[in-house]
């Protein structure tokens, strides 16, 4: 199978690490220069991350993942792309992403929205799920209160041509 997608320049490939210091050492390094001075704390939440995606890799068959440290409204963000692949036996892929999308939506309720689009590389079922709420706590905020912070996930599942 050959699979190819374009990944954002901000985006690097995942190294794969077998312990809590080496997922530190490979954030410590893709952070010098990009964030300025980070909390210990914030430093151990982007560690602890980048470690359950590298076991994660490894146990769920994804076969490309790729990481980013940014900010966001001058806070302290992170994202993780990832591609797996799953064996489907559909002769219809309209159908199959239909499917897909139609069981997202019933499963997820109120809080995913799911639709099909028509991509060049074939119809594609995308979801959009409001993750579990998050704060940064009041002691890290500059206003003295926690400050909720907008989580989302994004899946496109498509059908791989032969």
Do not use: W
């Not at 146990?59 to 790729?66: N, T």
């Amino acid at each position: 199978m050959n699979i190819t997608f374009d990944v954002p320049p901000f985006f690097r490939e995942m190294a794969p690490v077998e312990s809590a210091e080496e997922a530190r050492a490979v954030v410590a390094e893709r952070l010098v220069g990009k964030l300025g001075d980070i909390s210990g704390e914030a430093f151990e939440e982007l560690a602890s991350a980048y470690a359950l995606a590298s076991s994660l890799r490894e146990e769920s068959g994804i076969v490309y993942a790729a990481n980013c440290f940014g900010t966001v409204n001058g806070e302290v963000s992170a994202g993780t792309l990832t591609v797996a692949t799953n064996p489907l036996v559909y002769t219809d892929p309209g159908l199959a992403v239909g499917g897909i999308a139609r069981i997202a939506s019933e499963r997820g309720g109120e809080d995913v929205s799911a639709e099909v689009l028509d991509l060049p590389c074939g119809p594609v079922a995308v979801t959009v799920r409001q993750a579990v709420a998050m704060s940064i706590p009041a002691e890290f905020a500059e206003a003295g209160e926690d400050i909720p912070v907008e989580t989302a996930q994004l899946q496109a599942y498509g059908l791989a041509r032969d």
